[in-house]
């Protein structure tokens, strides 16, 4: 597990010629490939030495604490077939990796098929990260503290990676293996995230909590999505829990305990008492382990009756 | 590894060789002068570095320079001209909305973002779109009520 020390500096006017040379990132090739098989070839080729940069909001923060330092980065912000938003009514939704924060925020395709993404991207990070962070490095840090994987692991989203032997798809659910950990390798890369269309009478609602500014990263970020039978009893429930553990995780007894049964307020609070208990937070300045896990049943109750709410209607 | 690279600054086109672990914070402050804008957090957490690339608010101190390579950049220097002020900045001085000045420059140029986007933002839409950039001394009533008050100045005239 890495351990990030994050220095916020609270008199930016006292710093030294000294401290602010340690905040220069060592120096590294910088490449441009225009196709991702080429990207591909050249992360081969430098093998571990080579990290993939693409709007840069992640990576140049951990250079210039040190924490990474790359020999090279390969830009991947040219390849045109990263790029974009599309709907096909088979496939569902896809995102290019490249698609940042504030044009998923702002798309009007985005609002009309998963209105859920642009509320959440509302209160991403702030504005100038969400014009630099796209959707692809925000899944591809494996940074644990963030939004969109839960919503994505609701909708049984799944994404395309690309490597120097072809493609693969896999469920957005199994790409975070731990703190900063993904299932990529060091010569792949991930190209887009495809969300399926939704099961008639669907309802998805995501709540991330802050506990000091809201521009802070979220202390606990719930998703929960649910599809009713035709006797509006859950057919499929996904209940995502964020930011409380070193990935984000499904909690599956309470997924369990919604399906078959017609959601009532008792119900949600139950299901909240019990995903409460399968995550993992950890105490930090966001908050005690104990505090997080009262968010985290909070939230998935009132989650749960918000997606229940909107899959009556649809 | 130096690279070169063109952009342009505040309307002027510009070639530089570049080291690639500038950022475009030292590139427009150590190398062009430009020093309205600030290294605040370094994290892209406070805003004072704010500059507009392709006419969208980013952190500078985050950004690599050779990534702005053919981008048009705009730095709080450029929104005057010659004696005249922008009236994002006029605004800023009717409303005292600023004290040291250290998060001026990211603050208008956000705010002018937020003018382009969306001429008549309602109060929370400034809120929200100026949520990202911290001001110290806390001016922050006065900042809203510099947008916002401009921002209705615009509406008057049309």
Do not use: W
């Not at chain 2, 002027?12 to 190398?31: F, G, I, K, P, Y």
């Not at chain 2, 980013?58 to 220097?77: N, P, R, Y």
């Not at chain 2, 001026?104 to 933002?121: H, M, R, V, Y």
Request: glycine residues 8%; negative net charge.
């Amino acid at each position: 597990m890495i351990v990030l020390v994050i220095r916020v500096r609270s008199e930016a006017s006292t710093i030294t010629s000294d401290e602010h040379e340690l905040q220069i990132m060592k120096n590294f090739d910088y490449l441009e490939p225009k196709t991702v098989a080429e990207a591909c070839a050249l992360l081969k080729q430098h093998g571990g030495e080579a990290k993939v940069f693409a709007g840069g909001a992640h990576l140049t923060i951990l250079m210039k604490q040190g924490l990474l330092e790359p020999k090279t980065l390969v830009n991947i912000k040219k390849i045109p077939e990263l790029k974009g938003i599309r709907f096909d009514a088979d496939e569902g939704l896809t995102v290019g990796a490249l698609v940042t924060h504030r044009e998923l925020e702002t798309s009007a395709l985005v609002h009309e098929k998963f209105p859920v993404l642009c509320e959440a991207e509302r209160e991403v990070a702030n504005i100038r990260v969400r014009n630099m962070g796209t959707v692809g490095g925000n899944l591809a840090s494996g940074e644990p503290l963030t939004d969109l994987a839960q919503i994505f692991i609701a909708l049984d989203g799944k994404v395309k990676i690309s490597g120097p032997n072809g493609q693969r798809t896999m469920a957005v659910e199994e790409l975070f293996l731990d703190f900063y950990t993904t299932s990529l390798a060091e010569d792949e890369i991930l190209t887009q995230v495809v969300l399926p269309p939704q099961p008639p009478r669907s309802g998805i609602d995501y709540i991330r909590f802050s506990s000091s500014s809201v521009v802070d990263k979220p202390a606990a970020g719930v998703a929960v999505r649910v599809s009713l039978n035709a006797d509006a009893t859950v057919g499929t429930a996904r209940i995502v829990l964020g930011c409380v553990g070193a990935t984000p995780v499904r909690a599956r007894k309470a997924e369990s305990l919604l399906t078959g049964k017609k959601i009532t307020p008792e119900l949600a609070q139950e299901a909240g008492t019990i995903a409460a208990q399968e995550c993992t937070p950890t105490s930090d300045l966001r908050g005690s382990e104990l505090y997080k896990r009262a968010i985290v049943k909070t939230l998935v109750r009132r989650a749960a009756l918000k997606a229940h709410e909107r899959a009556l209607q649809n | 590894m130096k690279k070169l690279i063109s952009l342009i600054i505040n309307g002027n086109e510009r070639s530089v060789e570049v080291e690639a672990r500038t950022t475009l914070l030292d590139l427009v402050r150590e190398q062009f002068g430009l020093t309205g804008a600030k290294l605040g957090c370094d994290i892209q957490v406070c805003g004072a570095c704010t500059l507009l690339v392709d006419d969208k608010p980013v952190s500078a101190c985050s950004m690599l320079a050779l990534d702005a390579d053919g981008c048009a950049i705009e730095t709080v220097e450029g929104l005057s001209s010659k004696d005249k002020l922008h009236p994002l900045q006029e605004a800023f001085m009717e409303f005292g909305a600023l004290q040291c000045g250290y998060c001026t420059s990211g603050f208008i140029l956000t705010a002018k973002a937020l003018l382009a986007e969306c001429p008549q933002p309602t109060e929370t839409q400034i809120r929200d779109y100026l949520a990202g950039n911290f001001c110290r001394c806390g001016c922050y009533q006065e900042i809203v009520q510099a947008v916002r008050n401009l921002a209705s100045g615009v509406r008057s005239k049309e």
